[in-house]
């Protein structure tokens, strides 16, 4: 079965961070562009971040840029999102995805989106 189980969400006061997993089974994440999305209660679902190990390029959402960061771990088969400086504004439940035959940057704004993650929610307050 392909899926990807996602995992680290929770309660965080502003200020504090956050690391999000996501686990590929039945599929080489290797291969695949990664990305996060979130959609707070009552909003479209944003992309957060997405990037391509094909091409090298990332992308960031202005609202989290030099405050989250994207990675892989393709021994693990595992991506990661790292969340530092929360705000209240980043409530969301958040989904990790992967896409091919896509850009980084499409597959966040045009949401171009092969597989989605259950989602985790992320709450930020005091």
């Known amino acids: 079965q392909l899926q990807l189980v996602e995992s680290g969400g929770g309660l965080v006061q502003p200020g504090g961070s956050l690391r999000l997993s996501c686990t590929a089974s039945?599929?080489?994440?290797?291969?695949?562009?990664i990305g996060w999305f979130r959609q707070a209660p009552g909003k479209q679902r944003e992309g957060v971040s997405c990037s391509s190990s094909t091409d090298g390029k990332t992308y960031y959402a202005n609202s989290v840029k030099g405050r989250f960061t994207i990675s892989r771990d393709n021994d693990k088969n595992t991506m990661y999102l790292q969340m530092n400086s929360l705000k209240p504004e980043d409530t969301a439940v958040y989904y990790c995805?992967?896409?091919?035959?896509?850009?980084?940057?499409?597959?966040?704004?045009?949401?171009?989106?092969?597989?989605w993650g259950q989602g985790t929610q992320v709450t930020v307050s005091s």
């Open positions: 995805a992967a896409a091919a035959y896509t850009t980084a940057q499409n597959m966040c704004r045009m949401h171009e989106v092969d597989r």
């Open positions: 039945g599929f080489t994440l290797d291969y695949y562009i």
